[in-house]
């Protein structure tokens, strides 16, 4: 490489590290060697994590769905993959993914991915509960538990009484959707619904609200994920809200975490959960509520047949019970994106099979259920075959770690704290043992 291009080498590094796409590169051995800002907010890794692991261990993939691994075994360019995952911190990320293979002197020497990250802009997109542009009221939720039902009289005493509400709940809860209803109950006396989406750490992002909503008196700020706004962007917003707050305006806010332990870590401002905390409605994941599963599925299947005439009726007895014993980490989202891969790829069947069922589903439910391994395994008995110590090491950390997060209700902060890790690290273990 001759010396005017050495001298480029800042502003390369400079421009990878700042762009808004992710970049990941491999050698032809797998191992990454580019990871860059944009990828690590993707994919919530950090790069300690990424070291020199090849990408097949980093990742909850098969071997044929990495997309990298696939470029740099066939050299063919892929353009426009879709990808719907679940990072590090929980939050489903979908990206649209171009990666080409990497030529040195006509040599093969690895792959490029270049990831665009759309998931505000598929959630929107793709919400079969968000029917053409109907308003969304309580009565599109399903509440069957009776943890969801208090949920829901709750929401709907903050709707009466117009304070600030800060929804609280992990990824895929129905929080938006609760949000909306919120402000729908007493429409259209409530004016604009505006969701500031706090995912981007874009500085201009409070900016374009106070353009946006300077001029307008009724209107509902619904601040969707604050906790994943920078501290500087939340001080931020937190005087322009009291600054908008003395006309016809309601805010509302959502966090993926509890909000003492989000101040604790830094990742929350104690004044601004100060703020949205009037009325504070705690959404219970969908393992502590699987009652709601069922008729989930069922209204699914309505709305499908109303819409696409899908003959599709109901699961079978086994798919329930596998769908019950999973712990669902992406929430009802996650239920809703497997039903659409499902459905969307069946003909004139009435009843979802195992079979239908996408075989990285088939992988992780079998992996982190009860069932698959039990304490009684590690005890050496006299009339069983001792296992290779590798594998009964293996299946003793499948064990813990699936024990361990249980206890601590899947909060991947106190797991780590106990088990006297990181939380990287933890969520590096988890994703290796999920595959
Ligand atoms: N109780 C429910 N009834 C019907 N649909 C639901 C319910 N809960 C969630 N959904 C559907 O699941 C998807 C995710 O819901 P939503 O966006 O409200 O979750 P969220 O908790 O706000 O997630 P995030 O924290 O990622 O913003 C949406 O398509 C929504 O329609």
Redesign the pocket.
């Known amino acids: 490489m001759n010396k005017i291009d050495e001298s480029l080498f800042p502003f390369h590094e400079f421009a990878v590290n700042h762009v808004e796409v992710g970049i990941h590169a491999v050698d032809k051995n797998g191992q990454t060697v580019i990871y860059n800002e944009k990828m690590k907010v993707i994919e919530g890794l950090a790069l300690e994590d990424v070291g020199d692991r090849s990408i097949l261990e980093l990742f909850n993939f098969e071997q044929e769905e990495s997309t990298l691994l696939k470029v740099l075994q066939s050299e063919i360019i892929q353009l426009n993959v879709k990808q719907t995952y679940w990072n590090r911190n929980g939050?489903?990320i979908t990206t649209i993914n171009d990666t080409f293979p990497i030529y040195h002197d006509g040599e093969l020497i690895g792959a490029m991915e270049l990831a665009r990250d759309v998931t505000a802009l598929e959630?929107y997109v793709?919400?079969?509960?968000?029917k053409n542009s109907d308003p969304?009221t309580f009565n599109?939720?399903?509440?069957d538990s009776s943890s969801?039902k208090a949920v829901i009289s709750t929401a709907k005493k903050a709707a009466r009484a117009k304070l600030p509400v800060l929804?609280i709940?992990?990824?895929?809860?129905?929080?938006?959707?609760?949000?909306e209803s919120i402000h729908n109950e007493f429409s259209p006396s409530n004016g604009l619904f505006y969701t500031l989406f706090c995912h981007s750490s874009d500085p201009l992002l409070i900016d374009r609200l106070i353009d946006d909503l300077s001029d307008i008196d009724s209107v509902t700020l619904f601040c969707?994920?604050v906790d994943l706004l920078s501290i500087p962007l939340q001080q931020e917003l937190l005087s322009i809200l009291v600054k908008l707050g003395a006309r016809d305006r309601q805010f509302m806010a959502?966090i993926?975490d509890d909000p003492v332990e989000l101040i604790a870590s830094g990742a929350l401002l104690k004044d601004l959960y100060y703020f949205f905390s009037s009325f504070t409605i705690r959404?219970p994941p969908l393992r502590k509520r699987k009652e709601?599963i069922s008729p989930?599925i069922s209204?699914y299947l309505v709305g499908r047949s109303d819409r696409f005439g899908s003959a599709l009726q109901g699961i079978t007895t086994e798919v329930e019970q596998l769908f019950l014993g999973y712990h669902w980490p992406g929430?009802?989202?996650e239920?809703?994106f497997l039903l659409n891969e499902v459905t969307s790829l069946a003909t004139t069947e009435i009843v979802i099979t195992y079979d239908m069922l996408p075989l990285h589903f088939r992988m992780k439910s079998g992996d982190m259920t009860d069932e698959t391994i039990q304490a009684a395994d590690f005890i050496i008995q006299p009339d069983k075959e001792l296992l290779p110590l590798d594998q009964f090491l293996h299946e003793a950390e499948v064990y813990y770690l699936h024990k361990a997060m249980k206890l601590h209700n899947d909060n991947v902060t106190k797991t780590a704290n106990t088990l006297g890790m990181s939380r990287q690290n933890l969520q590096y273990r988890l994703r290796k043992i999920k595959k």
Not at 126 to 130: C, K, T, Y
Not at 169 to 179: H, P, R, S, W
Request: net charge neutral.
């Open positions: 939050t489903e959630k793709l919400q079969p509960f968000r969304v599109r939720i399903i509440a969801m929804l709940g992990e990824t895929g809860t129905g929080k938006d959707l609760i949000a969707e994920r959502s993926g959404v709601d989930f209204t929430n009802v989202r239920l809703e």
